[in-house]
C-alpha cells in the first residue's frame, strides 16, 4: 500500500486547510483510516479516524476537523478549519488493513501563524 499525502502549507490562525491522502488501493478496502500529527519535540498522536464505519477525533480538533474520504478520488481528507497555531505539526495519513497491518503516508507539513 502506498499513500501520498498533500495539500499542506502556511495559513493565518482562524483560516482553513484541507490536506488530502491518495492511496494505491480502494481507500474502502481498509478497516480504518487515520490522520495523525507530530509537532517538534512532540509525540505523534492520532487526531482523527474513521475506523469500521465510526469516526473519533482527539478532543482538541472536535468541532473544527472533519474527516472524511472518496471513492471516486481513491482518496482520505481531513478539513481543518479554526486553524489555530497550536495545530501546527507535520500531518501524516495512516490505514489499517483487514489483516491488521498498517501503512504511513510521508507527512505534509501544517504551519498556522499567530
Known amino acids: 500500500v502506498q499513500l501520498q499525502a498533500s495539500g499542506g502549507g502556511l495559513v493565518q490562525a482562524g483560516g482553513s486547510l484541507r490536506i488530502s491522502c491518495a492511496a494505491s488501493e480502494s481507500i474502502f478496502s481498509f478497516s480504518g483510516v487515520y490522520w495523525y500529527r507530530q509537532a517538534p519535540g512532540k509525540q505523534r498522536e492520532m487526531v482523527a479516524r474513521i475506523i469500521r464505519g465510526s469516526t473519533n477525533y482527539t478532543v482538541s480538533v472536535r468541532g473544527r476537523f472533519t474527516i472524511s474520504r472518496d471513492i471516486t478520488e481513491n482518496a482520505m481528507y481531513l478539513q481543518m478549519n479554526n486553524l489555530k497555531p497550536e495545530d501546527t505539526a507535520a500531518y501524516y495519513c495512516?490505514?489499517?488493513?483487514?489483516?491488521?497491518?498498517?501503512?504511513w503516508g510521508q507527512g505534509t507539513q501544517v504551519t498556522v501563524s499567530s
Open positions: 495512516n490505514v489499517e488493513t483487514n489483516d491488521m497491518k498498517h501503512y
